[in-house]
Structure formats: structure tokens, C-alpha cells
């Protein structure tokens, strides 16, 4: 490594690094395209509303009230976001846990979804929290043990480490630090064991939460088992959103796949289609056992009872079937339509413990503002455009010449 | 039913833990009961609905002033507590045996094991041994789980500040520490509200009842509701007609967690062997099928 011949200039290596090998203006017209276009005026509109948040309370821009503290950027954003994110754990358990190596052109690009997921859940939380500087508070000043919320608290912080140290070799690779990429090699196993384990436990406890709330949770979905129902509904919602967004992005970024090594990814959504299936039609079996074990099969006959069928059977059940249909009949577009069913049914669940099922008899019901609807929306727009800008950058498509076999 | 419910949580490994985290949990409920702790006699017959008790609520708590007490016109509407009201008297019109009026203040019930407390990540809500929940600005984050825990829904959450706080009644904790009665109970003209230690109250509770059995509802409202609450109530109607919710069980809240929370070390310690065992186990059998492509570094 002789620095006098190969140390490139701190212009060429922004212009390598950064601007994807054009030039600061032609890197600036780059961004004049639609997707561009649309991300700016998304972030344009939602950061003056952030703003007004932070100035004059989370009265000014949200319908939150003293009955329903918890609204959508609880519901979506924290609730919805932790799960969606579960693609992560679920490959990186399938791929170096089972041994299904086949699935490991998708492991990065489900790493960096599960890390980005978690890094958009922080930043809804806070806009949420009162005072949000103060995250840190029960990691490490006043720990409040008994809390359902601490220890949710100290899983995320921790699983979002583990996520940066599992995304950290594309880094390397695209920083061309060989050498300290070759050593985190070693280390991949203990972060994915961790990993799963973390994600077993908050996953779990974002249902804990609600157990604490057996007056405002309609029946038919407070139970007992919430923990357990979280935890393998994020499973579902795993393999959904690996399906889905494998789907987008191998599409979105086909220029970047290596053309000498095709990826069958239908072959590999109909494999993840087939675990969809099994998962799905158990946590159908495993809801309806909620409701046999609080005796409330009589609440069925309600109008809140049709909501929940809609839900089990519409957005579990169904899925399920059509999951194992797909695999039956190799059709993989029945797939990814019912990957888009099992996410929206993670989406509905999470919203309806969170939202619509809470305070289900109460008058002064929660519906979310524009403002808030419009927050929610910057927050996923700053996933996508860190998304794009990673995956234009790193090896997370293809496999980097000269670190085969690493994944 | 029980059955299911307990085969699962032994796959779980929890069976043990939860029980064993139950027992404890009430023993610490009975000491609390037990230990001189202060509490309130709230008997609803005697209360006039005169709401001195509200005004001198906002006093000894530096709140702004409250609808005219005494004016009807306040009764007309039901109404809660809020950021800045931590009292509120409620009328029940004409609900008497006679068709008299009835009232119920209402206000942190302060339970013996709080669900706010338990749910709080940081400790900002606390429950002292001399009765009162108190709540330490210092430490909250502005996460509302209180809110949404508590089977009262009395946190109340400053949603206009900029730097909001939660707010509820605080039991009058400094004046406590003084050797003062809370500013409520002091200036109540009719003996609506009893000062005194919890066990003693229940007693005086309970022979009001027994003294007049066909006049009271044979119940104490917060004996054992939440597992026990510090503010105890008496009535001659039915304790829903005074907005004292009948929905919350006696089960006291932090129970309801602590089963969940008493999984997480099974997990650590269990999950971690068991995937490196998968691990292993997938690994030599990739190693047998010979499948694996070049050499592998790890």
C-alpha cells in the first residue's frame, strides 16, 4: 500500500463514495427524477409540521386526548414498524441458523429493511415522546424494572446495534476494509444468535404492553397470551415483508444484479411462501384459542366480533390458503399477493390492539389528523430515500467481486 | 380453558415464575395495607357537593381557580380531571333512596400496587410507604404508558406544553411530610371525607355498613378493587352512578405483566444454546451433503 501512488484525493473519493462516479453537478441534476421529486415534497411538507410538534406541544398537530394517549405514530410507526422490521431476524435465522443458504441473496437487503425499520421506529418514538431527549433515561439514569416499557426499551437499543453490526460488512465492503470485514466474519453468528433472541423478547413485550389495559382492550383481542401472539405474528410478518420488498427491490434495482449469477426469486418466494402458510394457519388456530380460553366466543355475534373475524379470516386465514396454493400450483404472483395480505393483516392487528379495539366503547373515539397522517408518511419516506441511497451505494444487491462465499 | 391456558404457559417456562411472582406480590400488598400507610374515607351520603374540596385543591396545589363552587350550573355536565384540575365533584341528580341529590369527588385513587408505577420506564411515577403515588417531573419521559395502564384513566398529560409533564392528584405528599392533612380533606364541611390511616379506615368503612345495613351498599369501593386502592369510597346507590368504574377486576395491575417479564431471562438463557445447537447441527449436515462451495471462512 504505497500512499504516494494509490491515496485517491478526498474529491475523488467523494465523487466514488458519494455521488456514484459523477461529478457534484451532474450528482446534483441526478436528483431531478420523479422518485426524487415526490421524497422531497413529502420530507418539504412533513418537517414544518415536526417542527410545530416540538414548538407547541402534541396538541397543536395531533388529536391525542387525555382517554387515548396513544395515537397513530404509536400505532404505525412504533407498533407497525417493529413488526414490518422482523424481516431481518426471520432470514438471518433462516439462512444462518437452518442452514437455507439459498435465501442468501436476499439475507442483506432484509438486514438493511430490519435496520432501517428500527431506526425509523426510534424516530417515530421521538416525535411521540414528551421529551424525547430523555431515551436514554431508563438505559442508564432511573431504571424502572417493572416495566414492560424498560425492558422493550433496552431490546430495541440493543437489536438496533445488532442490526448496524450485521449490516456493518456491506459497509466495509464498500469502504474496501478488507481486512477488518474478513475478521466481523467470525463474529456473524454470535450477532444473528443475539439478534433472534433480542427479537423474540420486544417483539413479545410490544404485546406485553397492553396486558396492562384488561378494561380498555376489547376481549376478543386482549388475552393473556398478547405476548405470544406478537411474537409469532412477527414471524408472518417476516417472510410477508421479505416477499414484498424483495419483490420491489429486485425490480426497482435490476440494474444492479449480477447478470453471471441469477437469483431465482420466484423459486425463493415460493419457498418463503410455503413457511407463510404453516405460520399463518397456526396464529389462526392460535386467535381463535384466545378467544376459547376467555370464553368469548359469544362476542363473535358482535359488531366488533365481525371486525375481528374480518381480521383472523380475512387477513390470516386467507392468506394462509392462498400461500399454500400458490406453493401447490407454483403461481407466484397469488404469492406476493398474499405476502401483501399477511403485512396489511399485521398492519390491521397492530392497529386494531393499539387503536381501534382500545377504548372500543368509549364516546370520544381517536382518529388521527392530517397532520399526523402526514408525519407518518415523511417518517417511511426517510426509510425509503436511506434505502435508496444505501443500495446505491453498497453491496446489498449483489455480492461485492472479491468477497464471494462471505455473506 | 384454565387447562390450555396453563399447558401453554408451562411450554413457555413460566408457570413457575408467574406464580411465584403472584405470591410475592400480594404479600407486599398486605404489608402496604398493613403499614400505617394514610389513606381516605370517602363517604358519598354526607357529601353536600359544596366542591370546597375542589377549591382548595387548586390552592394547595398552585392550579388555576375552578368552576364557582357551589354554582349548580357545574353539575350540569360530567366532568374529569384534567392537566390543571386534579379534583373534580360529580353530581348523580335525584339518584338518592329519597330522590335526593348524590356527589362522588373523584381523584387519584392512589392503589396499593399502582398500574401507572409498574408501567413507568423510568420510575417518575412512584409509590411512597406513607400512601401517596407521587410523580417525579425530573425523570418523565412524556411516554403516556401510565395513561393508558391505569384502570381510572387519571394521569392527566399536558398536550399544549412544549415541555409537557403528566399531572394527577399528589395524595398532598409534601403536606403529609408536614404533618398536615391533605388540603381536600381539611376544608370538607359535611364529614364526607375521613383522613387516616388505610386499615383503620376500612374499619370505620365497614361499621358505617354494619351499623346501617339497609342504608349503604354493603361494599367498600377500593377494599379490593386494583387490588386495593388508597381512596376508599361508601354509597347508598351504586358506585357506577358516581362514575366509580365497575370494570376493574381486584387483581392488582403489575400483576398482569410480571408473568411476561419473568419469561425474558428463560429466553436469554435458553434461546442462545439452543440456536447455536441448530446452528451446529445445520452446519454438519451441510458439511456431510458436501455442498458447500469453496472454502468457507466461517
Known sequence: MSSVIAMPSRTEWLQDKMFMGLSLRDYVKSFLNPTDIVIGLILVTGFPIIAARFMYGLGAVTNLSQSNPWGLWIAFDVACGVALAAGGYTVACAVAIFGLKEYTPIMRPAVLTGMLGYLLVVLGLFVDLGRPWRLPYPLFWSAGTTSVMYELAWCVCLYLVVLIFEFLPAVLEWLGLKELRMKLAKLSIGAIVLGISLSTLHQSSLGSLFLLAPTKLHPLWYSPFLPFFFFVSSISAGIGMVIVESTISHRAFHDQLDPKKPVDIDKLTLGLAKGGALILFSIFFLRLQGVADGGHWNLLATPMGAWFLVEIVGFILVPSLLFAWAVRYRNVLLARIAAVMTVLGIILNRFNVSWLAFRWDAPDRYVPTVAEVIVSITIVTIGVALFRWIVNRMPVMYEKPGYEGLH | ?298
Request: glycine share 8%; with cysteine; hydrophobic share 35%.
Open chain 2, 1 to 298: 380453558m384454565e387447562l390450555n391456558r396453563r399447558t401453554l404457559f408451562k411450554i413457555a417456562g413460566v408457570a413457575g415464575a408467574a406464580g411465584l411472582a403472584g405470591r410475592s406480590s400480594s404479600a407486599k400488598a398486605s404489608v402496604h395495607a398493613r403499614s400505617g400507610a394514610k389513606g381516605v374515607l370517602v363517604d358519598t351520603t354526607l357529601c353536600v357537593g359544596c366542591s370546597g374540596c375542589e377549591a382548595a385543591c387548586s390552592e394547595a396545589n398552585h392550579l388555576p381557580e375552578p368552576n364557582s363552587p357551589g354554582d349548580d350550573a357545574v353539575f350540569a355536565s360530567k366532568r374529569t380531571t384534567g392537566p390543571e384540575t386534579f379534583t373534580v365533584v360529580n353530581a348523580a341528580k335525584k339518584s338518592g333512596p329519597a330522590g335526593e341529590d348524590r356527589y362522588a369527588k373523584s381523584q387519584c385513587m392512589h392503589c396499593i400496587e399502582p398500574a401507572c408505577a409498574s408501567a413507568c420506564c423510568v420510575k417518575a411515577l412512584e409509590k411512597t410507604a406513607a400512601g401517596p403515588v407521587v410523580y417525579h417531573e425530573d425523570k418523565c419521559l412524556g411516554c403516556r404508558y401510565c395513561m393508558v395502564a391505569c384502570p381510572f384513566e387519571v394521569p392527566k398529560y399536558q398536550y399544549t406544553k412544549a415541555l409537557p409533564l403528566v399531572r394527577k392528584c399528589t395524595f398532598c405528599a409534601e403536606r403529609q411530610k408536614a404533618g398536615q392533612a391533605p388540603a381536600c380533606t381539611e376544608v370538607c364541611p359535611s364529614g364526607a371525607l375521613t383522613f387516616g390511616t388505610r386499615e383503620e379506615l376500612v374499619e370505620v368503612a365497614k361499621t358505617r355498613i354494619y351499623q346501617n345495613p339497609t342504608k349503604y351498599v354493603h361494599h367498600v369501593y377500593g377494599e379490593e378493587e386494583a387490588g386495593g386502592t388508597s381512596w376508599l369510597y361508601i354509597s347508598d346507590i351504586p358506585f357506577e352512578k358516581l362514575g366509580l368504574t365497575n370494570k376493574v377486576g381486584t387483581t392488582p395491575y403489575p400483576q398482569l405483566t410480571q408473568g411476561a417479564l419473568s419469561t425474558v431471562p428463560f429466553v436469554l438463557t435458553l434461546w442462545p444454546p439452543l440456536l447455536m445447537g441448530l446452528y451446529t447441527f445445520s452446519k454438519r449436515r451441510e458439511k456431510a451433503e458436501g455442498s458447500h462451495e469453496g472454502p468457507s471462512h466461517e
